[in-house]
Nanobody, 128 residues
C-alpha cells in the first residue's frame, strides 16, 4: 500500500500559476503510474492528467491541455502538477493517484478506477 500526500494547494487569483506536489511514502515513483484528478463542489471527480512509469508518456484531458502539466522529479520521489492561467472554474480539490498496473505503467491511465492508491487531496481555490 502506498500512501500519497498532496501539498501546495492554496488561494490564488485568476491568471496565476500554481504548482502542487504529491509524494509517496514507503515508495518512490519508479514502479508507479500516477494521475491527477480533481473534484469541484457538487461535481464528480474528473481526470486531469496522468503519466506512465517515470513520466515516459503523459495524457491530459483535452480542455486542460496547454495549461496543466504533470511531471516527476529526477529522484522519482515527487510528482508535480503545474497549472497556469488559472480560472475560477479550476477551483477544486486536487487528488494524486497511483497504480502499479502494468498497462498504466506502460501507457498511463485516465480512468479513476485504474488507480488503487489515493491521496487526501489539496484544495485549490481560484478567485476572480
Amino acid at each position: 500500500q502506498v500512501e500519497l500526500v498532496e501539498s501546495g494547494g492554496r488561494l490564488v487569483q485568476a491568471g496565476d500559476s500554481l504548482r502542487i506536489s504529491c509524494t509517496a511514502s514507503g515508495s518512490a515513483f519508479y514502479n508507479l503510474a500516477v494521475g491527477w484528478f480533481r473534484q469541484a463542489p457538487g461535481k464528480e471527480r474528473e481526470f486531469v492528467t496522468a503519466a506512465s512509469r517515470s513520466g515516459a508518456r503523459t495524457k491530459s484531458t483535452d480542455s486542460l491541455k496547454g495549461r496543466f502539466t504533470i511531471s516527476i522529479d529526477d529522484a522519482k520521489t515527487t510528482v508535480y502538477l503545474e497549472m497556469s492561467s488559472l480560472k475560477p472554474e479550476d477551483t477544486a480539490v486536487y487528488y494524486c493517484a497511483a497504480t502499479s498496473s502494468n498497462y498504466c505503467l506502460n501507457y498511463g491511465c485516465t480512468s479513476s478506477t485504474s488507480y488503487q492508491n489515493w491521496g487526501q487531496g489539496t484544495q485549490v481555490t481560484v478567485s476572480s
